[in-house]
């Protein structure tokens, strides 16, 4: 009994420490401190290194087909690289979602909205990748991140509320948004700063595979907003490029 309590006060510390301390990010922008923020940052990038210790053949396959997805060469031929140096160049930090969805389709394909067509196999958690295309720090986003930064962005307005204050925090969420830009590459979307949580675009979704691994399907959002899917062919070691599709506009 003693070990089963003593077991799970450890996996909840461990939780706690996993999660960023808010107060230290609300100190930050209260006081317009680039130094806090990036404390905060760095405290929470550093917590977020460790992942899912699990290794199988399937989590191999996605890891090589999203490293070769961030490649220089592959996001120019998706005519995503421009913006992501651009918009991204003095920012330290990337955020990306921990987690991946997996489809099976039954064949080859070049068809567009091939999202359609896949078998959904689950989901890869505490997902981690290379980013060969930039040196930046990837934190990955976990799904109880969202509430966190609903919060600081003031996104769950409270009922009854005045057009007046609407406009006021509106204008507040643009100033927290414009504060969190100064080291993380925030991405914004016709949607943003109503019900969202950040991102960096293009960040990828799902991955759709053939049966044999050879052809793989990168369903993104895009960094000219909406939706994107990338088909790579597997060609020896190596996943190539093949075709881009745009799925859906904002």
């Known amino acids: 009994m003693f070990r089963t309590l003593l077991l799970a006060l450890i996996l909840a510390t461990l939780s706690a420490k996993a999660q960023p301390d808010t107060s230290l990010l609300h100190k930050a922008y209260h006081q317009q401190s680039r130094l806090l923020l990036d404390q905060f940052l760095e405290k929470w990038y550093q917590n ?4 899912d210790s699990s290794k199988t053949k399937q989590k191999s396959v996605i890891n090589e087909v ?17 913006y992501f140096q651009k918009s991204y160049k003095n920012t330290d930090y990337l955020f990306l979602p921990d987690t991946i969805s997996i489809y099976s389709i039954k064949q080859d394909t070049n068809t567009r909205y091939v999202s359609k067509k896949g078998e959904s196999k689950g989901v890869i958690k505490n997902f981690r990748t290379v980013i060969p295309s930039s040196n930046k720090k990837v934190i990955y986003l976990h799904a109880e991140d969202k509430k966190m930064f609903d919060d600081f962005l003031l996104i769950n307005l409270p009922k009854g509320i005045t057009k007046e204050n609407i406009k006021y925090i509106i204008n507040e969420r643009v100033k927290r948004q414009h504060f969190l830009s100064l080291a993380v590459a925030l991405s914004h979307s016709s949607s943003w700063g109503f019900n969202v949580t950040p991102v960096t ?5 799902g991955v759709y595979l053939n049966e044999k691994s050879t052809t793989a399907i ?3 959002r895009s960094t000219k907003g909406g939706g994107a899917e990338a088909i790579f062919k597997k060609s020896g070691n190596t996943w190539v490029f093949s075709s881009v599709h745009p799925t859906w506009m904002e």
Not at 71 to 81: A, F, H, R, W
Not at 201 to 205: D, Q, R, T
């Open 66 to 82: 999203i490293s070769a997805f961030y490649t220089k060469e592959n996001l120019v031929k998706m005519d995503e690289y421009e």
């Open 48 to 51: 977020n290194l460790l992942p």
């Open 201 to 205: 675009y293009p960040n990828f979704v």
């Open 218 to 220: 990168v369903e993104f």
